[in-house]
């Protein structure tokens, strides 16, 4: 079975950097997608960022384009997003998951059980 696990939150302040880590483990191949979510109370749920590793198709929403990176660690099995000038909007409970493809609005097969971060003002 696949299984997600994401770490690397925490609180930090307006202006700081956090890196969040995906470690994937049960592919039976090489066909995936790594995807963030991120889910605040209150709203709805938001791709942030996607990544496949096998070609190094790269996805960023709007809010985070141009801070985060995203990047695949292949001998590690883990995904890592690093966002930059972080700002309270950016507080949320964050989510890797998995599926074939980047296609981040639609559902996922796979997910982890998130990692929170908040921004202080």
């Known amino acids: 079975d696949v299984q997600l696990q994401a770490s690397g939150g925490g609180l930090v302040q307006a202006g700081g950097s956090l890196r969040l880590s995906c470690a994937a483990s049960g592919f039976t191949g090489h066909d995936y997608a790594i995807r963030w979510y991120r889910q605040a109370p209150g709203k709805e749920r938001e791709g942030v960022s996607c990544i496949i590793p096998s070609n190094g198709f790269k996805y960023y929403a709007l809010s985070v384009r141009g801070r985060a990176t995203i990047t695949s660690d292949s001998a590690k099995n883990t995904v890592n997003l690093q966002i930059d000038s972080l700002k309270p909007e950016d507080t949320a409970r964050y989510y890797c998951?998995?599926?074939?493809?980047?296609?981040?609005?639609?559902?996922?097969?796979?997910w982890g059980q998130g990692t929170q971060v908040t921004v202080s003002s």
């Open positions: 998951a998995s599926d074939i493809d980047c296609a981040i609005e639609g559902p996922s097969d796979y």
